[in-house]
T-cell receptor, first 111, second 114 residues
Framework: KQEVTQIPAALSVPEGENLVLNCSFTDSAIYNLQWFRQDPGKGLTSLLL?????REQTSGRLNASLDKSSGRSTLYIAASQPGDSATYLCAVRFNTDKLIFGTGTRLQVFP | KAGVTQTPRYLIKTRGQQVTLSCSPISGHRSVSWYQQTPGQGLQFLFEYFSETQRNKGNFPGRFSGRQFSNSRSEMNVSTLELGDSALYLCASSGTTGYGDTQYFGPGTRLTVL
């Protein structure tokens, strides 16, 4: 069964810290992987998309890596800010099938 | 470019009724996917349409159905509503093939079933 797992489920850090969110998946035959953030009661905002042929993607203070052989992706957030507080979701598309979401990591950055 | 829009934003229905939700994708996008989000189950895939054809389907009962029109706008319908259908319903659109493209989500429709 294709599954996506995110650890930790929740994280609270002081402003300015660099942090890493983890996503693991059960099948290495992925098509792509996408990271999203979701603010309470809102829709999802796309952060980074990594195709299966890529190793990482960067956007501003965000860097996402992909290691298919170990079934892992990490989202690195540099110099965290209170505005980064949200739930971060990892979603994997296996082959050309549906997008499967992890359960998310709820991040709180306090001043 | 305007983002993905969903209407209505909020709905309150009673058990046994039916409901239709609408999604307008980003202009030029041909793929539309629907998801159900609940606190207990997280985000679950309902179905995906590409050029008016259902391309993928999740594990939901037949009460959940959808369609896509020639202008790529999509609707989903839930018949014989149950209390457990209360959820945030999200729609996402993506560009050409849909598989390799970024998914852009709308704000969602919050459905409450009483």
């Amino acid at each position: 069964k294709q599954e996506v797992t995110q650890i930790p489920a929740a994280l609270s850090v002081p402003e300015g810290e660099n942090l890493v969110l983890n996503c693991s998946f059960t099948d290495s035959a992925i098509y792509n992987l996408q990271w999203f953030r979701q603010d309470p009661g809102k829709g999802l905002t796309s952060l980074l998309l990594i195709q299966s042929s890529q190793r990482e993607q960067t956007s501003g203070r965000l860097n996402a890596s992909l290691d298919k052989s170990s079934g892992r992706s990490t989202l690195y957030i540099a110099a965290s800010q209170p505005g980064d507080s949200a739930t971060y979701l990892c979603a994997v598309r296996f082959n050309t099938d549906k997008l499967i979401f992890g359960t998310g990591t709820r991040l709180q950055v306090f001043p | 470019k305007a983002g993905v829009t969903q209407t209505p934003r909020y709905l309150i229905k009673t058990r046994g009724q039916q409901v239709t939700l609408s999604c307008s994708p980003i202009s030029g996008h041909r793929s539309v996917s629907w998801y159900q989000q609940t606190p207990g189950q997280g985000l679950q895939f309902l179905f995906e349409y590409f050029s008016e054809t259902q391309r993928n389907k999740g594990n939901f009962p037949g009460r959940f159905s959808g369609r896509q029109f020639s202008n790529s706008r999509s609707e989903m319908n839930v018949s014989t509503l149950e209390l457990g259908d209360s959820a945030l319903y999200l729609c996402a659109s993506s560009g050409t093939t849909g598989y390799g493209d970024t998914q852009y989500f709308g704000p969602g429709t919050r459905l409450t079933v009483l």
